[in-house]
């Protein structure tokens, strides 16, 4: 299984609404990305849903501060 693969696998949380945030981020933002914001990436993906959907659909940070940057680059994505 190639990378993207396997982090558009691991996007897939089961919530439309974070699936959505995930994936898009996945495609314009990550390809762009440096190193250690990937990094951070994949640590976003290995946090559980509850605490995912708090930082991304219920308004609360983090208190790691590069994971509130990748949270805030998911967030800034232009509603369609």
């Known amino acids: 299984m190639s990378e993207e693969s396997r982090l558009r696998w691991q996007c897939r949380r089961g919530m439309r609404e974070l699936d959505e945030l995930l994936l898009f981020y996945l ?3 990550y390809p762009i990305a440096d190193e250690q914001e ?3 990436f994949e640590s976003v993906l290995a946090l559980a849903d509850p605490e995912l959907n708090g930082y991304l659909l219920q308004g609360q940070m983090p208190e790691s501060e590069p ?3 990748v949270i ?3 967030l800034s994505r232009p509603l369609s």
């Open 72 to 74: 805030k680059h998911i």
């Open 38 to 40: 990937k990094a951070t």
């Open 67 to 69: 994971i509130a940057r």
């Open 27 to 29: 495609e314009h933002r």
